[in-house]
């Protein structure tokens, strides 16, 4: 079983659940590879990689930062009009890899490494730009605080840095009219989602009306409301919730959605709410508008743990991760939730998705 919270979060929930499972004198450890339990009677070992802070848990050395090689050589990657792309946060690899909404199995057309520092959510503006939200990260006793990186279409060095009042951001989502909403965890418990009024980071200011929650992700509707989900660790046990935010508004109503241990949040074009819940069950629920309870669960084909999607223009594709056992991207059909095929595979830690065109 894989749960990706906040560092402080994370040790904490580790620590109770193994308090409870493991023998007198053994030591459980903490690895960041699949999980497989011995037996089908023995409760899962929690296999914990402690979400967003994913350098803490990353397999690469801060130092190697950058020095990898675009597998385009650094040039831009095809954009031609029409063209349809997924991008995904590859956090192990410390990339963002490319590639074709169409196609089983397939090799990324480029891989971006320029400005990548331990990827987390990702998103696409109206005008093709994509947006990666750098995690913070780990240089021996240093934390380097994390920030926003902007890519032109095609690009593969940032166009655009964004740092002002950002910490550990792990989601982000850019309204019609170019303001920009950041997911700031805070790898603590009080995060908040740092605003910029049409891009302008000047105009900054924070969405953090909630007592003691820490955001994980961020989304819009076809309105242009904006969908918070908010993790938060009460007496070491973790639950989730969401606030909705009208247009330009600073303060949101709770939903009062029935789940648990969230990752993303989407929502289509008829207000359709879609949430990952990582365990308990794993699945990619689907609230319709004005309901507190999942009229439908789609599960991963080979039992794995979403953790992040992305729905495409006009949503009618869902890309998810399933990165518990084997690593991979998905595709389904939407609105039916019909699994197709494997987009891709090989990855070390899907964290984030985005697509373009932009979903609306």
Request: hydrophobic share 35%; net charge negative.
């Amino acid at each position: 079983m894989t749960i990706r919270f906040s560092r402080t979060a994370g040790v904490a929930i580790v620590a109770t659940l193994f308090a409870g499972c493991a023998g007198a004198g053994s030591a459980p450890q903490l690895t960041t590879g699949p999980s497989s339990p011995s037996s089908a009677s023995r409760i899962p070992m929690l296999n914990m990689h402690m979400y967003p802070l994913g350098a803490y848990g990353a397999s690469i050395p801060f130092g190697s930062l950058h020095a990898s090689k675009d597998v385009n050589g650094g040039r831009p990657y095809p954009m031609e009009s029409g063209s349809k792309i997924v991008y995904v946060s590859n956090l192990g690899e410390n990339t963002i890899d490319v590639f074709q909404q169409e196609g089983k199995s397939q090799k990324p057309i480029a891989t971006i490494t320029d400005g990548v520092a331990y990827p987390g959510g990702l998103t696409t503006d109206r005008k093709g730009n994509l947006y990666v939200a750098d995690e913070s990260a780990q240089d021996g006793d240093k934390t380097i605080p994390g920030e926003l990186q902007m890519y032109a279409p095609g690009a593969t060095s940032p166009t655009n840095t964004f740092t002002t009042d950002i910490d550990a951001p792990s989601d982000v989502a850019v309204a019609k009219d170019g303001t920009i909403y950041t997911a700031d965890f805070n790898g603590d418990y009080n995060g908040w989602v740092a605003v910029y009024p049409k891009g302008n980071p000047k105009k900054e200011y924070r969405l953090s009306d909630f007592d003691g929650g820490a955001p994980l992700s961020v989304a819009f509707d076809k309105q242009q409301n904006l969908y918070v989900m908010y993790d938060v660790l009460e007496g070491n046990v973790p639950y989730s919730f969401v606030k909705k935010y009208r247009p330009n508004a600073k303060t949101g109503t709770e939903l009062k959605l029935a789940f648990q241990f969230g990752g993303g949040i989407q929502v289509d074009p008829v207000g359709d709410i879609l949430v990952a819940q990582q365990v308990y069950p794993s699945a990619i629920l689907v609230f319709p508008p004005g309901k507190t309870k999942p009229s439908e669960s789609i599960t991963m084909p080979d039992g794995g743990e979403p953790f992040n999607f992305a729905l495409n223009y006009k949503a009618k594709l869902l890309f998810s991760s399933d990165w518990t056992q084997y690593n991979q991207v998905l595709r389904f059909a939407w609105p039916s939730g019909k699994y197709q095929y494997i987009i891709a595979n090989g990855f070390n830690n899907v964290s984030g998705f985005a697509t373009t065109p932009y979903e609306f």
